[in-house]
Each structure stands twice: as C-alpha cells, then as structure tokens.
C-alpha cells in the first residue's frame, strides 16, 4: 500500500481521527458502461460517520453494503455490512497514523477483502484500493476512482 501511495508515508499524523476522515463526507461515484457504484457518507456526529454504497448494473441493484465508521481510542474502525454477508471491521493499523488524505483499514483475519485504502486525490475525487491475498500467497487488488457527485437528484 505504501509503495502505491508514496505521499501516505509523508505527510505528517492528525490527532483526532475523526476530524482526518470529515473529507470522505458526501456522495461519490463510479460511472462506467456496465455498471454504476454510488457510496454516501454523512458528517462525523455523535462520534462516527454512517455510509452506504449501491452497485447498479442495466438497471439492477447488484450490491449494496452498509458502513460505519468511529473512533476506537486512537484508530478508526471502519464496519462493512455487505449484501448477503456477515458483518466485517476493519482498523486502522497500529502504528500508523491517520492522515489527512488516506484512509487505511485493515482485517488480515477477513477473506476478502484485508485492507482498504481510501486515499483522496482533491477535493472531488478519490480512489479506494481494495486488496487481499491472491494465488500462491500473492496480493491481489484493484482500484475504484471516484468523483465527488450531488447527493440531492437533480430537479
């Protein structure tokens, strides 16, 4: 992730990890010619940050999952509850700080996937790295870049 990420290991640690993830606040999409992916998330209050994500495919809800995200002493905690699965949390790796433009949690007892990188690119696009072991004890993962979208439909 790091060598992916090169400014991650940079830029110097927040002390209050909520306040480094208020950015991921919003609607964002994943527009393609099969299939559109749009995850929202609310402000931080009352401790955490609510989200959900939806996959839609010729018309079709495919996926969807809810997230939550709080503060757990120094780390955020990131819960996955993905369509017809158990939920799953992923921490913020000890030892490494939260930072301002990425977001990184992990489960290395989950299958798949066991980190998550959600790393901001500006103020109206990010990508989520998604990785998890692979064939051979490899790594395999892949990008999803999003863009800040309206979370209100258009009138």
């Given at each position: 992730v790091l060598l992916s990420f090169p400014a991650y290991a940079q830029e110097a640690p927040l002390t209050d990890p909520m306040a480094s993830a208020a950015w991921l606040a919003g609607c964002w999409e994943l527009r393609t010619e099969r299939h559109t992916v749009l995850e929202m998330w609310m402000p931080a209050d009352g401790g955490m940050m609510l989200g959900s994500s939806r996959t839609v495919a010729?018309?079709?809800?495919?996926?969807?999952?809810?997230?939550?995200?709080?503060?757990?002493?120094?780390?955020?905690?990131y819960t996955a509850i993905p369509s017809g699965q158990s939920e799953a949390a992923f921490?913020?790796?000890?030892?490494?700080?939260?930072?301002?433009?990425s977001l990184v949690f992990e489960n290395l007892s989950h299958d798949f996937p066991q980190r998550l990188v959600y790393r901001r690119l500006?103020?109206?696009s990010l990508t989520v790295r998604v990785e998890g072991p692979g064939p051979g004890g490899s790594t395999r993962g892949f990008d999803q870049p999003m863009r800040r979208v309206r979370c209100e439909p258009p009138v």
């Amino acid at each position: 992730v790091l060598l992916s990420f090169p400014a991650y290991a940079q830029e110097a640690p927040l002390t209050d990890p909520m306040a480094s993830a208020a950015w991921l606040a919003g609607c964002w999409e994943l527009r393609t010619e099969r299939h559109t992916v749009l995850e929202m998330w609310m402000p931080a209050d009352g401790g955490m940050m609510l989200g959900s994500s939806r996959t839609v495919a010729t018309g079709e809800a495919r996926q969807y999952e809810h997230l939550r995200l709080h503060v757990d002493g120094a780390r955020l905690v990131y819960t996955a509850i993905p369509s017809g699965q158990s939920e799953a949390a992923f921490t913020s790796p000890a030892g490494a700080p939260v930072r301002a433009d990425s977001l990184v949690f992990e489960n290395l007892s989950h299958d798949f996937p066991q980190r998550l990188v959600y790393r901001r690119l500006g103020a109206d696009s990010l990508t989520v790295r998604v990785e998890g072991p692979g064939p051979g004890g490899s790594t395999r993962g892949f990008d999803q870049p999003m863009r800040r979208v309206r979370c209100e439909p258009p009138v």
